[in-house]
């Protein structure tokens, strides 16, 4: 995986030489402690159930559920080495409308439907790699879903275009 260098933080992915422990350690100490806020709210991740004495939280940032095999299997994928992407996100998504990087492509944030609630998006898309963060109001609480590399054909295409429909809603209003 290539380095890119910008100024939010968002330098490309962690070697995939990273262990496990370092994840969980990065997670630990820059996600879980890392007093991440949006809209004035605390962002929270699930701690519960607990596998392999790591929170639940950090396997939807890592991994994967496999189940083509008949049996749940979790699959450690390339986006675990884009968790050093969530803390820079989210601390610098508001710099992005005065920022003067031309070459960045700036992060987006919108809400969009889902089920009976709305979900918060952050989206970082450059030449390289597209990186989307999904966070869900619980009450009075945000919650970091999940986030992931989006490198699957067509996907990038699906989610700009549900920002954009976002973006129109905003200026009908």
């Known amino acids: 995986m290539i380095s890119t260098k910008n100024k939010c933080g968002l330098n490309g992915p962690l070697p995939e030489t990273t ?29 519960t159930p607990f596998e392999d004495n790591r929170m639940q939280g950090f396997f939807h940032l890592t991994t994967k559920t496999q189940t083509n095999f008949g049996i749940k299997i979790r699959m450690k994928e390339p986006r675990a080495y884009f968790i050093n992407y ?9 710099n992005c409308p005065t920022c003067d990087d031309l ?6 944030i919108w809400t969009a ?3 009976n609630t709305k979900r ?13 963060i999904i966070l869900e109001k619980n009450k009075n609480d945000m919650y970091l879903i999940s986030s992931y590399l989006i490198d699957e054909p067509g996907y990038l295409q699906n ?15």
């Open 159 to 173: 989610v700009l275009k549900e920002y954009n429909k976002y973006k129109k809603s905003l200026k009908s209003n």
């Open 86 to 94: 969530v803390a820079p996100m989210i601390k610098n998504y508001l």
């Open 103 to 108: 070459e960045c492509s700036k992060i987006k």
């Open 19 to 47: 262990t496990d422990d370092e994840l969980y350690d990065y997670f630990i100490k820059n996600i879980y402690y890392g007093d991440l806020k949006i809209n004035g709210m605390k962002i929270k991740v699930f701690t």
């Open 120 to 132: 918060t998006k952050l989206l970082y898309s450059d030449d390289l790699y597209s990186y989307i």
């Open 113 to 115: 439907p889902y089920k």
